[in-house]
């Protein structure tokens, strides 16, 4: 899948827990999930959760601790699908 | 002043009944004797042997209005219904939203009670992903959704309330015990405002253990409006209902000093337990304390029996109505030709739980204020035991245009009662 299309799936993903509309009408990879979109942090379990299942791979306390930009979770999701 | 002498009045009514949504609409529907009351599929799909139900219709719609995603996300119906309820009675009584980047208003809080809470997201979710060893698949909304203070804590964030938010249970005397609690919170001064009342939800896992005790009527699938009959002689036990009911309870002095609508006056209220004794068990109550219930409350509103213009009973359609209304002869000491009117909301609406006690003194306070009491719906048949009262049982809405003082009381499992007399605000 190119990257494109995982950027913006995982926009859509993210949209509903967004407190920060004016962060999301000019997201990009370097905005950052909690600090920029204003995400309670409380629901990123949520989110890693959504991702799994719609590119349907499995992504570790670990690697999910790392994710803090947007561009993270895209490049995560891009080199898992790839494994 | 002394703390001990502010008065309370109600500036704000929210509800979300099984019949209306909303005070306009909810007066309306008692009004005119709408039932909401329906067969529902899912019942008889599951075995039930009561299929019919009170559920407030349209939500779906409704909640998006109310509530972001997220907040959906992270709700059940238990919640989504307090939540609509207290925001229209926030509305109601003239208060602005706090902003999200505001100071909460550390002088409003709530008491929403619930009786059995968030069980369907025990029973849909949690628990089958726990026993299919999923649980780090369960995300992050479990928690908030089960504890017992999931539909108050969640109004508090919405409203941004920064007073006392807390849920209380006590069954089916839980909303009338919040708007009591709430009221004397306000009383001593603990608080300027109290958003007061008590939701359920409508999952066939709340209704089941109730469907298994027998004590729901199963002889009515097929006429849903007639299913619930208190005070009858075929009332075969309770319909079950849900839905939300929250009052805005006030201190007089902040609510003329904001020059707003005020329904009603609370003059006393009382809570109390028959302790399982003197006839008295978790499930029938002990009727020497329902009595020393319903009096503690009229002491302390200082009003005389004759002043009462009309009750509205707890009165489930079980076999304890003719039990209720005798003790609240005896605790007001009136022969039954000189009693209050007397009526049951479930008639038209079910058992709402721990919504009850909020939706009946949400309509309690909408009677006082328009002048009427709604007829008590399918007791043509009125209970043997209860003749010498027919007179005092409307089965049609009356206006009563001097109506000044009602009683509203609710008894639950437990052998709980509590009672809160309401009078409408004079100077």
Redesign the interface.
Same mark, same amino acid.
């Given at each position: 899948m190119p990257q494109e299309m995982v950027f913006e799936k995982v926009v859509t993903i993210l949209k509903?827990?967004v407190?920060a509309p004016d962060a999301l009408a000019k997201v990009g990879m370097e905005t950052t999930i909690l600090g920029e979109l204003k995400v309670?942090s409380?629901? #990123?379990?949520?989110v890693v #959760?959504e991702i799994e299942d719609a590119f349907d791979i499995e992504v570790t306390d670990t690697e999910a601790d790392k994710v803090s930009t947007v561009g993270d979770a895209v490049k995560l999701v891009m080199a898992k699908a790839k494994a | 002043m002394q703390s001990a002498e502010r008065r309370v009045v109600v500036t704000g009514l929210g509800v979300l009944a099984p019949n209306a949504h909303g005070a306009a609409a909810f007066a309306g529907a008692l009004r005119e004797g709408k039932s909401g009351i329906r067969h529902h599929a899912h019942l008889a799909e599951a075995k039930f042997a009561c299929q019919v139900g009170g559920i407030p219709e349209g939500v779906e719609a409704l909640q998006k209005r109310y509530l972001?995603?997220?907040e959906l996300?992270a709700m059940n119906p238990n919640m989504v219904y307090a939540a609509i309820a207290a925001i229209d009675a926030w509305t109601d009584a003239g208060l602005p939203r706090v902003a999200?980047d505001a100071e909460p208003d550390w002088d409003t809080g709530a008491f929403i009670g619930t009786g059995i809470g968030g069980i369907d997201t025990i029973a849909e979710k949690l628990g089958p992903k726990v026993d299919q060893g999923k649980v780090g698949?369960l995300?992050?909304?479990m928690v908030e959704q089960i504890m017992s203070s999931g539909n108050s804590a969640r109004v508090g964030g919405l409203l941004g309330l920064g007073n006392q938010v807390s849920t209380n249970s006590s069954a089916c005397n839980t909303g009338t015990e919040a708007v009591i609690d709430a009221f004397l919170r306000i009383r001593e001064g603990r608080a300027l405002r109290m958003l007061a009342g008590g939701s359920e939800g409508h999952s066939k896992y709340i209704w089941a253990g109730f469907d298994a005790m027998k004590v729901l009527n199963r002889a009515k699938n097929d006429a849903p409006a007639e299913a619930s009959r208190p005070l009858s002689a075929s009332a075969a036990g309770f319909i079950p209902g849900s839905g939300a009911g929250v009052l805005m309870l006030e201190s007089l002095e902040c609510a003329l000093s904001r020059k707003v609508r005020i329904y009603a006056e609370v003059l006393g209220g009382f809570v109390n337990s028959g302790g399982h004794r003197m006839g008295g068990s978790m499930t029938a109550p002990n009727a020497t304390g329902v009595r020393r219930c319903i009096q503690g409350a009229v002491a302390m509103a200082g009003v005389r029996s004759e002043e009462i213009g009309a009750i509205n009973g707890h009165l489930t359609a079980t076999f304890a109505d003719p039990h209720e209304v005798e003790s609240w002869s005896k605790a007001l000491g009136l022969p039954p030709d000189r009693m209050p009117l007397i009526h049951s909301t479930k008639s038209l609406i079910g058992h709402a739980l721990g919504a009850a006690g909020g939706i009946e003194c949400v309509a309690s306070v909408l009677e006082l204020h328009h002048g009427f009491v709604h007829g008590s719906a399918n007791c043509e048949d009125l209970h043997p035991a209860l003749a010498a009262y027919a007179d005092r049982i409307p089965h049609r809405t009356v206006e009563v245009k001097d109506l000044r003082v009602i009683a509203k009381a609710s008894f639950g499992f437990g052998d709980v009662n509590g009672c809160v007399v309401f009078r409408k605000y004079a100077d």
């Open positions: 509903p827990f407190k309670n409380a629901r #990123l379990v949520d #959760l | 972001t995603e997220e996300f999200a698949r995300g992050s909304t």
